[in-house]
Each structure stands twice: as structure tokens, then as C-alpha cells.
């Protein structure tokens, strides 16, 4: 295979020019600046300039930099795990559906735990969708309940054990700290220790889930920024259709 080293681009290419964002807990003035700068050289950037500043008060500032890196990336080395089900559109699924199950799929949705954010599990979900890819509630062949936000998963996994559920699929947006890992862990654990596990699908979302971490975690499929109701829907009928034969 042959190699193909790239670098980020600004001016020309492989130039190796970066913007960055940061924030640091130093003043908003020629001292902070300067900190900043010196920060950008130690991580081993080259030609490090600070081009803006903003006073986040209580002794923080927010910067913003120019900087050019020697550091390229291999491109034929990079292999990434994704969701290989192809994509097909709501009337596309919904035939699908029909000829190969001829049933409806319940798919129960929801945020765990204290993420009360549910622009993820709408986007998803709600009949009225996101840019102009409708939610699962307008599928003829899918059954969607959405739970909302701050659903316990003792409580999401009780409505999926009672509408006998083909899927759970969980959003979530909050990731300080990695809460968001921790309440994937916990969901599947207690899934596992009820037995619901290997009975239903287990999918989940947001803006920092990949298909990889998904796996990792003990999940069939994740989604990520990016990601319509249409790649969900595609994913949970092909699946569910294969494991009906």
C-alpha cells in the first residue's frame, strides 16, 4: 500500500497551518498572551500566533491562534469502524419492512440518566425530524416511543421489557467528564444482568459516539454527528430483518 502523508492546510498545501481555540486560566493581557504562546511552542508547534483574546472573567481567557505543525498523518495506514448497512429513505424502509418482516418495529428511545438535552432523540424520533429526513414516528413500519429526556435506565429497559421492543435507542449530548461513557456502561450492564441484552437492539447517539466506541461498549451501532433518522432507521430494519430468518 502505498503511503500518503498529508498535512493541514492554509495557505498552501501541506503547509501544516492550524487554527486553534483554547481557554486558559491566566489574565486577558500581554501576560496571558504570552502564555498562551509559549504553550502553543512547548506542544511543538511552529511559528505560534495569537491573533485574538476574550476575557472570560474569574481569571480566565479564551484565545484563538495561528500555528503550523511538522506533523502529517498516513492516510493508507487509517482503517475506521462504521456502520455498513446501506442507507435507504423512509418509503424505501418502510417496503422493506413490510416484505421482509410484516410487522412493525418498536423501537423505544430516550436521554439516560440526567441528560435533559433531547435535540439528539427528536432529531431521530419526532414525526417531523431534522432537515428534511422525517423521524421514525412518521415510518408506516416502525412503532417509535420517545421517553424524553432524564429517563432513568432502570425505567427505559422496564418500557422495553413491556412493549416487547426490537430496539432501544439512547442519546446522549452531556459528555463532561465522560458521564455520557458512564451511563452507556451502566445501561448495557443492567440490560445484561436482566437478561434484555441479547433480546433487543441496543443503539445509541450523539456528538461525541462513534460506531467504534459504540461497539466498545457493548452497543450494536452508534451514530455520531452527522447522523439522520434514515441511518438509524436503514440499520435497525436490516438488522432486525436478518436476525428474523
Known sequence: MNRKIIKPYGDTLNDGKMQLSFALPVSCDAFGKEA????????????????????????FTHFIAYAATSVGVDT???????????????ETTDTFIAEHLGRKITVVGACIESDAH????????NMKGYNHRYGLERY????????????????LLAKAREVQADAIL?????????IHVKNLT??????EAEGLRSKMLFVCGGPRI?????IELGYDAGFGTGSYSTDVASFIAITVAKQNV
Open 36 to 59: 498562551a504562546r509559549i504553550l502553543l511552542i512547548q506542544m511543538g508547534f511552529d511559528s505560534a500566533e495569537i491573533t485574538g483574546m476574550r476575557d472570560l472573567n474569574e481569571g
Open 76 to 90: 493508507s495506514k487509517i482503517k475506521v469502524k462504521v456502520v455498513e448497512t446501506p442507507v435507504m429513505d423512509m
Open 210 to 214: 462513534s460506531h467504534e466506541l459504540a
Open 140 to 155: 408506516h413500519g416502525f412503532n417509535a416511543i420517545n421517553m424524553g429526556a432524564q429517563v432513568p435506565s432502570e425505567e
Open 170 to 178: 439512547v442519546s446522549q449530548v452531556v459528555t463532561q467528564k465522560n
Open 118 to 125: 433531547t435535540v439528539g432523540i427528536d432529531a431521530i424520533m
Open 186 to 191: 451502566r445501561l448495557i450492564e443492567l440490560a
